[in-house]
Protein backbone atom coordinates (compact mmCIF):
# COMPACT_ATOMS: atom_id res chain seq x y z
CA UNK A 1 0.00 0.00 0.00
CA UNK A 2 1.47 3.51 -0.76
CA UNK A 3 0.40 6.34 1.06
CA UNK A 4 0.04 10.34 -0.70
CA UNK A 5 2.59 12.03 1.34
CA UNK A 6 1.60 15.39 0.18
CA UNK A 7 0.32 17.88 2.11
CA UNK A 8 -3.03 20.04 1.36
CA UNK A 9 -3.02 23.63 2.22
CA UNK A 10 -5.14 23.50 4.79
CA UNK A 11 -2.78 20.39 6.52
CA UNK A 12 -0.10 22.85 6.33
CA UNK A 13 -2.43 25.85 8.52
CA UNK A 14 -2.71 22.99 10.95
CA UNK A 15 0.75 22.08 11.42
CA UNK A 16 3.08 23.09 13.93
CA UNK A 17 5.83 26.09 13.40
CA UNK A 18 8.43 25.18 12.04
CA UNK A 19 10.09 28.81 11.54
CA UNK A 20 11.40 31.31 13.76
CA UNK A 21 12.72 35.07 13.12
CA UNK A 22 14.02 37.96 15.26
CA UNK A 23 13.93 41.17 14.16
CA UNK A 24 16.50 43.79 16.21
CA UNK A 25 17.79 47.40 15.83
CA UNK A 26 21.37 47.82 15.31
CA UNK A 27 23.38 47.40 18.75
CA UNK A 28 26.17 49.42 20.07
CA UNK A 29 27.48 48.58 23.67
CA UNK A 30 29.61 49.91 26.04
CA UNK A 31 31.43 52.46 27.74
CA UNK A 32 31.18 55.82 26.60
CA UNK A 33 28.95 54.40 23.73
CA UNK A 34 27.44 57.31 23.57
CA UNK A 35 30.11 59.35 22.00
CA UNK A 36 29.44 57.11 18.82
CA UNK A 37 25.98 58.26 18.32
CA UNK A 38 26.36 60.71 16.13
CA UNK A 39 28.61 58.08 13.81
CA UNK A 40 25.43 56.02 14.54
CA UNK A 41 22.68 58.62 12.97
CA UNK A 42 25.28 59.14 10.15
CA UNK A 43 25.12 55.79 9.62
CA UNK A 44 21.60 55.28 9.32
CA UNK A 45 21.41 58.14 6.62
CA UNK A 46 21.08 61.41 8.29
CA UNK A 47 22.89 63.35 6.43
CA UNK A 48 24.69 67.30 6.37
CA UNK A 49 23.21 69.77 8.84
CA UNK A 50 20.01 67.76 9.62
CA UNK A 51 17.74 68.69 12.67
CA UNK A 52 16.75 66.51 14.84
CA UNK A 53 15.16 65.93 18.10
CA UNK A 54 16.22 64.59 21.74
CA UNK A 55 13.31 63.38 23.35
CA UNK A 56 13.79 62.91 27.03
CA UNK A 57 12.56 64.14 30.93
CA UNK A 58 13.40 66.40 33.89
CA UNK A 59 15.26 63.91 35.98
CA UNK A 60 17.61 62.28 32.75
CA UNK A 61 18.54 66.07 31.84
CA UNK A 62 18.77 67.32 35.49
CA UNK A 63 21.69 64.05 35.36
CA UNK A 64 23.07 66.04 32.84
CA UNK A 65 22.92 62.78 30.44
CA UNK A 66 20.72 65.40 27.64
CA UNK A 67 23.42 68.14 28.09
CA UNK A 68 25.85 65.33 26.93
CA UNK A 69 24.11 64.29 24.48
CA UNK A 70 23.52 67.42 22.53
CA UNK A 71 27.10 68.67 22.88
CA UNK A 72 28.02 65.80 20.87
CA UNK A 73 25.72 66.27 18.46
CA UNK A 74 26.26 69.81 17.82
CA UNK A 75 30.21 69.55 17.77
CA UNK A 76 29.31 66.87 15.04
CA UNK A 77 27.34 69.71 12.82
CA UNK A 78 23.67 68.74 13.44
CA UNK A 79 20.88 70.94 15.19
CA UNK A 80 19.46 69.73 18.03
CA UNK A 81 16.03 70.52 20.03
CA UNK A 82 15.02 69.13 23.03
CA UNK A 83 12.01 67.85 24.63
CA UNK A 84 12.57 67.30 28.47
CA UNK A 85 8.61 66.98 28.96
CA UNK A 86 8.17 63.13 28.43
CA UNK A 87 5.97 61.31 31.17
CA UNK A 88 6.68 58.60 33.32
CA UNK A 89 4.08 56.00 31.82
CA UNK A 90 3.16 58.57 29.31
CA UNK A 91 -0.69 58.84 28.62
CA UNK A 92 -2.40 59.15 25.26
CA UNK A 93 -2.18 62.93 26.97
CA UNK A 94 1.59 62.87 27.24
CA UNK A 95 2.24 61.52 23.60
CA UNK A 96 -0.20 64.10 22.35
CA UNK A 97 1.94 66.98 24.24
CA UNK A 98 4.92 65.95 22.01
CA UNK A 99 3.37 65.27 19.20
CA UNK A 100 2.18 69.05 19.26
CA UNK A 101 6.01 69.94 20.14
CA UNK A 102 6.88 67.90 16.95
CA UNK A 103 4.25 70.00 14.81
CA UNK A 104 4.80 73.10 16.14
CA UNK A 105 8.69 73.17 15.62
CA UNK A 106 8.75 71.72 11.80
CA UNK A 107 6.59 71.58 8.99
CA UNK A 108 6.67 67.67 8.28
CA UNK A 109 9.04 66.46 11.43
CA UNK A 110 12.35 66.22 12.36
CA UNK A 111 15.06 64.65 10.39
CA UNK A 112 15.91 62.10 13.64
CA UNK A 113 14.76 61.02 16.75
CA UNK A 114 16.46 60.38 19.96
CA UNK A 115 15.33 59.36 22.34
CA UNK A 116 17.36 58.99 26.16
CA UNK A 117 15.97 57.87 29.53
CA UNK A 118 13.74 54.76 30.71
CA UNK A 119 11.39 52.86 29.47
CA UNK A 120 8.82 55.89 29.25
CA UNK A 121 10.86 58.14 27.80
CA UNK A 122 12.02 55.36 25.00
CA UNK A 123 8.35 54.74 24.22
CA UNK A 124 7.21 58.80 24.27
CA UNK A 125 10.03 58.51 20.88
CA UNK A 126 8.94 55.65 19.58
CA UNK A 127 5.37 56.62 19.66
CA UNK A 128 6.21 60.64 18.34
CA UNK A 129 8.32 59.12 15.29
CA UNK A 130 5.85 56.34 14.10
CA UNK A 131 2.51 58.56 14.38
CA UNK A 132 4.52 62.39 13.09
CA UNK A 133 5.48 59.94 9.74
CA UNK A 134 1.83 58.10 9.63
CA UNK A 135 -0.23 60.83 10.83
CA UNK A 136 -2.54 60.97 12.90
CA UNK A 137 -3.51 60.90 16.57
CA UNK A 138 -1.95 57.70 19.12
CA UNK A 139 -5.62 56.74 19.28
CA UNK A 140 -6.02 55.67 15.72
CA UNK A 141 -3.10 53.34 16.12
CA UNK A 142 -3.79 50.94 18.87
CA UNK A 143 -5.91 47.98 18.78
CA UNK A 144 -9.48 47.77 19.38
CA UNK A 145 -12.26 48.70 21.19
CA UNK A 146 -10.14 50.75 22.80
CA UNK A 147 -8.30 52.87 19.65
CA UNK A 148 -9.54 52.46 15.66
CA UNK A 149 -6.56 49.37 15.19
CA UNK A 150 -5.33 51.23 11.85
CA UNK A 151 -2.02 49.58 10.33
CA UNK A 152 1.35 51.54 10.67
CA UNK A 153 2.98 51.73 7.01
CA UNK A 154 5.85 53.90 7.40
CA UNK A 155 9.24 53.85 9.89
CA UNK A 156 9.68 57.63 9.29
CA UNK A 157 13.31 59.02 9.96
CA UNK A 158 16.00 57.37 11.94
CA UNK A 159 15.38 57.12 15.32
CA UNK A 160 18.04 56.10 18.20
CA UNK A 161 17.64 55.08 22.20
CA UNK A 162 20.12 55.50 24.55
CA UNK A 163 18.69 53.77 27.85
CA UNK A 164 19.87 55.50 31.09
CA UNK A 165 17.77 52.41 32.89
CA UNK A 166 19.10 48.71 32.50
CA UNK A 167 15.76 47.22 32.77
CA UNK A 168 12.71 47.52 30.38
CA UNK A 169 14.00 46.70 27.08
CA UNK A 170 12.29 49.42 25.71
CA UNK A 171 15.39 49.93 23.05
CA UNK A 172 14.94 46.84 21.46
CA UNK A 173 10.87 46.04 21.34
CA UNK A 174 8.55 47.24 19.44
CA UNK A 175 6.16 48.11 21.46
CA UNK A 176 5.07 52.01 22.53
CA UNK A 177 3.28 51.52 25.73
CA UNK A 178 0.77 53.98 26.66
CA UNK A 179 -2.27 54.64 29.40
CA UNK A 180 -5.65 55.34 29.07
CA UNK A 181 -6.51 57.28 32.27
CA UNK A 182 -10.21 57.28 31.28
CA UNK A 183 -10.14 53.89 31.28
CA UNK A 184 -7.62 52.68 33.90
CA UNK A 185 -5.75 50.80 31.52
CA UNK A 186 -2.44 50.24 29.48
CA UNK A 187 -2.62 49.98 25.75
CA UNK A 188 0.07 49.43 23.03
CA UNK A 189 1.24 50.65 19.90
CA UNK A 190 2.64 47.50 18.70
CA UNK A 191 4.16 47.37 14.90
CA UNK A 192 7.82 46.38 13.67
CA UNK A 193 7.62 50.44 12.49
CA UNK A 194 7.55 51.08 16.03
CA UNK A 195 11.04 49.67 16.92
CA UNK A 196 13.82 51.63 16.78
CA UNK A 197 16.63 51.72 14.38
CA UNK A 198 19.67 51.75 16.66
CA UNK A 199 20.06 51.05 20.24
CA UNK A 200 23.39 52.78 22.33
CA UNK A 201 23.48 51.11 25.30
CA UNK A 202 25.99 53.58 27.30
CA UNK A 203 26.62 51.95 31.06
CA UNK A 204 28.03 55.35 32.11
CA UNK A 205 24.70 56.91 31.63
CA UNK A 206 23.15 54.46 34.36
CA UNK A 207 25.31 54.83 37.09
CA UNK A 208 23.37 57.64 38.33
CA UNK A 209 20.38 55.58 38.67
CA UNK A 210 19.72 55.93 42.38
CA UNK A 211 19.04 52.18 44.23
CA UNK A 212 15.32 51.88 44.19
CA UNK A 213 15.09 52.18 40.50
CA UNK A 214 18.13 50.45 39.99
CA UNK A 215 16.34 47.25 41.51
CA UNK A 216 12.90 47.62 40.50
CA UNK A 217 14.43 48.01 36.69
CA UNK A 218 16.66 45.17 37.22
CA UNK A 219 13.97 43.03 38.17
CA UNK A 220 11.71 43.76 35.22
CA UNK A 221 15.03 42.43 33.54
CA UNK A 222 15.13 39.29 35.57
CA UNK A 223 11.40 38.67 35.30
CA UNK A 224 12.19 39.33 30.58
CA UNK A 225 14.75 36.52 31.34
CA UNK A 226 12.92 33.67 33.59
CA UNK A 227 9.92 33.83 31.63
CA UNK A 228 11.63 33.98 28.14
CA UNK A 229 13.52 31.01 29.13
CA UNK A 230 10.33 29.54 30.71
CA UNK A 231 7.56 30.00 28.00
CA UNK A 232 6.20 27.55 25.65
CA UNK A 233 8.69 26.75 22.25
CA UNK A 234 8.01 27.94 19.17
CA UNK A 235 7.05 25.17 17.91
CA UNK A 236 4.09 24.99 20.20
CA UNK A 237 2.40 26.94 18.21
CA UNK A 238 0.46 26.30 14.95
CA UNK A 239 2.32 27.37 12.02
CA UNK A 240 1.46 30.83 10.36
CA UNK A 241 -0.69 30.91 7.22
CA UNK A 242 1.49 33.62 6.43
CA UNK A 243 4.76 35.03 7.65
CA UNK A 244 3.88 38.76 8.13
CA UNK A 245 1.15 37.30 10.91
CA UNK A 246 2.85 35.81 13.24
CA UNK A 247 2.76 36.85 16.67
CA UNK A 248 5.14 39.39 18.58
CA UNK A 249 5.68 36.87 21.18
CA UNK A 250 6.00 34.14 19.08
CA UNK A 251 7.52 31.08 21.83
CA UNK A 252 11.40 30.14 23.35
CA UNK A 253 13.67 29.30 20.93
CA UNK A 254 17.65 28.12 20.96
CA UNK A 255 18.76 31.58 20.82
CA UNK A 256 16.66 33.07 23.29
CA UNK A 257 17.04 30.64 25.56
CA UNK A 258 20.62 31.13 25.19
CA UNK A 259 20.02 35.32 26.14
CA UNK A 260 17.64 34.27 28.77
CA UNK A 261 20.84 32.35 30.79
CA UNK A 262 23.18 34.64 29.70
CA UNK A 263 20.69 37.25 31.17
CA UNK A 264 20.06 35.51 34.48
CA UNK A 265 23.34 34.81 35.57
CA UNK A 266 24.65 38.63 35.09
CA UNK A 267 21.38 40.06 36.41
CA UNK A 268 21.58 37.48 39.49
CA UNK A 269 25.00 38.00 39.99
CA UNK A 270 26.03 42.05 39.71
CA UNK A 271 22.46 43.40 40.73
CA UNK A 272 23.56 43.31 44.66
CA UNK A 273 26.30 45.73 43.80
CA UNK A 274 24.62 47.48 41.48
CA UNK A 275 22.24 48.57 43.75
CA UNK A 276 24.37 49.12 47.51
CA UNK A 277 27.52 50.66 45.03
CA UNK A 278 26.01 52.30 41.65
CA UNK A 279 29.73 53.65 40.63
CA UNK A 280 30.75 50.10 40.40
CA UNK A 281 30.54 50.90 36.42
CA UNK A 282 31.91 46.92 36.08
CA UNK A 283 27.82 46.20 37.95
CA UNK A 284 26.58 48.72 36.07
CA UNK A 285 27.67 47.15 32.65
CA UNK A 286 26.92 43.80 33.70
CA UNK A 287 23.05 45.51 34.47
CA UNK A 288 22.77 46.80 31.32
CA UNK A 289 24.04 43.58 29.16
CA UNK A 290 21.69 41.61 31.54
CA UNK A 291 18.98 43.64 30.86
CA UNK A 292 19.81 44.07 26.90
CA UNK A 293 19.96 40.06 26.80
CA UNK A 294 16.51 39.55 29.50
CA UNK A 295 14.58 41.66 26.46
CA UNK A 296 16.09 40.12 23.48
CA UNK A 297 14.70 36.84 25.16
CA UNK A 298 11.69 37.96 27.09
CA UNK A 299 10.35 40.57 24.43
CA UNK A 300 10.40 38.20 21.08
CA UNK A 301 9.86 34.59 22.72
CA UNK A 302 7.09 35.82 25.22
CA UNK A 303 6.78 37.39 28.64
CA UNK A 304 4.05 35.31 30.58
CA UNK A 305 1.67 35.35 33.44
CA UNK A 306 3.62 37.78 36.03
CA UNK A 307 3.38 40.14 33.42
CA UNK A 308 -0.38 39.52 32.57
CA UNK A 309 -1.26 39.86 36.42
CA UNK A 310 1.13 43.24 36.53
CA UNK A 311 -0.55 45.21 33.97
CA UNK A 312 -4.08 45.63 35.90
CA UNK A 313 -1.98 46.19 39.27
CA UNK A 314 -0.25 49.03 37.36
CA UNK A 315 -3.22 50.52 36.04
CA UNK A 316 -4.99 50.64 39.11
CA UNK A 317 -2.85 51.28 41.90
CA UNK A 318 -0.04 53.61 40.09
CA UNK A 319 2.78 51.14 40.72
CA UNK A 320 6.06 51.18 39.47
CA UNK A 321 6.17 48.22 36.69
CA UNK A 322 9.49 46.82 37.46
CA UNK A 323 8.81 46.80 41.54
CA UNK A 324 5.17 45.04 40.55
CA UNK A 325 7.41 42.47 38.58
CA UNK A 326 9.05 41.46 41.25
CA UNK A 327 6.62 41.27 43.92
CA UNK A 328 4.23 39.00 41.94
CA UNK A 329 7.28 36.29 40.08
CA UNK A 330 7.71 33.75 42.94
CA UNK A 331 3.77 33.02 43.44
CA UNK A 332 3.39 33.49 39.57
CA UNK A 333 6.34 32.72 37.41
CA UNK A 334 8.22 30.28 40.21
CA UNK A 335 5.82 28.45 41.79
CA UNK A 336 2.15 28.63 39.82
CA UNK A 337 4.06 27.45 36.45
CA UNK A 338 6.92 25.09 37.90
CA UNK A 339 4.00 22.83 38.67
CA UNK A 340 3.63 22.36 34.74
CA UNK A 341 7.74 21.82 34.31
CA UNK A 342 9.55 21.20 37.34
CA UNK A 343 13.19 20.38 35.19
CA UNK A 344 12.77 23.49 33.35
CA UNK A 345 12.49 25.47 36.52
CA UNK A 346 15.29 23.52 38.20
CA UNK A 347 17.85 24.83 35.37
CA UNK A 348 16.64 28.03 36.17
CA UNK A 349 17.75 27.52 39.55
CA UNK A 350 21.33 26.33 38.64
CA UNK A 351 21.44 29.37 36.24
CA UNK A 352 20.43 31.52 39.11
CA UNK A 353 23.35 29.95 41.20
CA UNK A 354 21.39 28.07 43.61
CA UNK A 355 22.95 24.80 44.73
CA UNK A 356 21.03 21.79 43.33
CA UNK A 357 23.61 19.26 44.32
CA UNK A 358 21.44 16.23 45.37
CA UNK A 359 17.67 18.28 45.21
CA UNK A 360 14.69 16.67 42.75
CA UNK A 361 13.15 19.08 40.40
CA UNK A 362 10.34 20.10 42.34
CA UNK A 363 12.62 20.67 45.38
CA UNK A 364 15.35 23.01 42.84
CA UNK A 365 11.90 24.77 41.49
CA UNK A 366 11.29 25.86 45.75
CA UNK A 367 15.19 26.67 45.87
CA UNK A 368 15.15 28.82 43.49
CA UNK A 369 11.75 30.64 44.55
CA UNK A 370 13.72 31.12 48.33
CA UNK A 371 16.89 32.08 46.51
CA UNK A 372 14.89 34.64 44.13
CA UNK A 373 13.12 36.15 47.73
CA UNK A 374 16.63 36.33 49.58
CA UNK A 375 17.67 38.14 46.59
CA UNK A 376 14.93 40.52 47.10
CA UNK A 377 15.61 41.13 50.47
CA UNK A 378 19.08 41.57 50.28
CA UNK A 379 18.18 44.50 47.75
CA UNK A 380 16.81 46.34 50.94
CA UNK A 381 14.40 48.65 48.48
CA UNK A 382 11.78 45.75 47.24
CA UNK A 383 8.12 45.51 49.31
CA UNK A 384 7.35 42.37 50.87
CA UNK A 385 4.35 41.88 48.55
CA UNK A 386 1.19 43.04 47.16
CA UNK A 387 0.24 44.28 50.59
CA UNK A 388 2.92 46.50 51.26
CA UNK A 389 3.59 47.31 47.51
CA UNK A 390 -0.13 49.01 47.15
CA UNK A 391 -2.03 48.20 50.23
CA UNK A 392 -4.01 45.38 48.25
CA UNK A 393 -6.15 42.93 50.48
CA UNK A 394 -7.52 39.49 49.97
CA UNK A 395 -10.67 41.76 49.18
CA UNK A 396 -9.27 43.15 46.11
CA UNK A 397 -7.99 39.91 44.96
CA UNK A 398 -10.96 38.35 42.75
CA UNK A 399 -11.34 42.31 40.99
CA UNK A 400 -7.14 41.85 39.86
CA UNK A 401 -7.94 38.30 38.72
CA UNK A 402 -11.01 39.12 36.49
CA UNK A 403 -9.07 41.84 35.18
CA UNK A 404 -6.38 40.18 34.20
CA UNK A 405 -8.21 37.17 32.69
CA UNK A 406 -10.27 39.63 30.20
CA UNK A 407 -7.63 42.49 29.16
CA UNK A 408 -4.08 40.48 29.10
CA UNK A 409 -4.97 37.44 26.69
CA UNK A 410 -2.19 38.32 24.46
CA UNK A 411 0.23 37.56 27.72
CA UNK A 412 -1.89 34.66 28.92
CA UNK A 413 -2.13 32.97 25.99
CA UNK A 414 1.77 32.96 26.03
CA UNK A 415 1.97 31.33 29.43
CA UNK A 416 3.41 27.61 29.94
CA UNK A 417 0.22 26.61 31.82
CA UNK A 418 -3.17 27.35 31.57
CA UNK A 419 -5.11 29.89 33.89
CA UNK A 420 -8.40 30.51 34.59
CA UNK A 421 -9.64 33.15 37.09
CA UNK A 422 -9.47 31.54 40.09
CA UNK A 423 -6.02 30.30 39.42
CA UNK A 424 -5.03 34.22 39.01
CA UNK A 425 -6.70 34.85 41.98
CA UNK A 426 -4.73 32.11 43.92
CA UNK A 427 -1.44 33.32 42.82
CA UNK A 428 -2.43 37.00 43.78
CA UNK A 429 -3.42 35.93 47.04
CA UNK A 430 0.05 34.15 47.33
CA UNK A 431 1.57 37.32 46.44
CA UNK A 432 -0.13 39.97 49.34
CA UNK A 433 2.96 38.42 51.57
CA UNK A 434 6.43 37.15 50.33
CA UNK A 435 8.02 37.47 53.71
CA UNK A 436 7.05 38.64 56.62
CA UNK A 437 7.78 42.44 57.14
FE1 LIG B 1 8.56 44.14 31.88
Not at 222 to 239: C, M, P, Q, V
Request: glycine share 8%; net charge negative; with cysteine.
Amino acid sequence: MSYDRSVSASDRELAPETIWHIDMPEIRFGRDATDELAFQLRDLGVEGAATGLVITDDGVADAGHADRVVAHLEAAGLDIDIYADSEREPSIGAIEDCLSFVRDQTDDGYDFYVGLGGGSCMDTAKATRAIIANGGSPLDYVAEPTGDGQTLTESGPPLVLLPTTAGTGAEISPVAILSVPEKEIKEAISSNHVRADAAVLDPTLTTTLPPDLTARTAMDALGHAIEGYTTHEYDSLLRASDPGERPVYAGRTQLTEMFSEKAIRLLSGSVRTAVHNGDDLDAREDMLLGALFGAISGLTAGASLCHAMAYPVGNKYHTFHGETIAVLTPASTIDYNSASDPARFAEVAEIFGVDTTGLTDREAADALKRAYIQLQRDLGVLPSGLSELAGITEDDVDWLAQQTVDTQERLLRCNPRPVTSDDVAAVFRDALHNWEE
